[in-house]
């Protein structure tokens, strides 16, 4: 008898339950959670934005830098011409104002 020098393919074998639990839904499953995923997305963007719009300008700019546009703490003390510390504790405190907005409490 000759032995296989190539690996056998066999067909994957998939079942309900691993589907579910890896994620994968039906695709008429999949289209109404998408829609209620996105219905839920633009709500919590809509939150964060009210959020943002609460906070005062200086700590919003600056939030806006470094969360959205990526900047360092040392690149955003450059841009604003402000020294890190001051951009430290500014985050600080745009980060406790937000999840007060959003969460109903600061942080602690």
């Known amino acids: 008898m000759r032995r ?3 690996p056998r393919r066999e067909k ?3 079942c309900d339950h691993h ?5 994968r839904r039906e695709p008429e499953e999949a289209a109404s959670v998408d829609g209620e995923d996105a219905a839920i997305g ?10 943002m ?6 700590q919003r700019a600056l939030l806006s830098l470094v969360a959205i546009e990526g900047l360092t703490y040392r ?17 600080a405190r745009a980060r406790a104002g937000m999840a007060a907005r959003l969460f109903g409490r600061g942080r602690k």
Request: no cysteine.
């Open 53 to 58: 719009a609460s906070l005062p300008e200086e």
């Open 42 to 51: 633009g709500l919590q963007m809509r939150e964060i934005g009210d959020a």
């Open 19 to 23: 589907d579910r639990a890896a994620g």
């Open 75 to 91: 690149e955003a003390a450059d841009v604003l011409e402000i020294p890190i510390g001051t951009v430290m504790s500014r985050l």
């Open 12 to 14: 994957r074998r998939t």
């Open 4 to 6: 296989r020098l190539t």
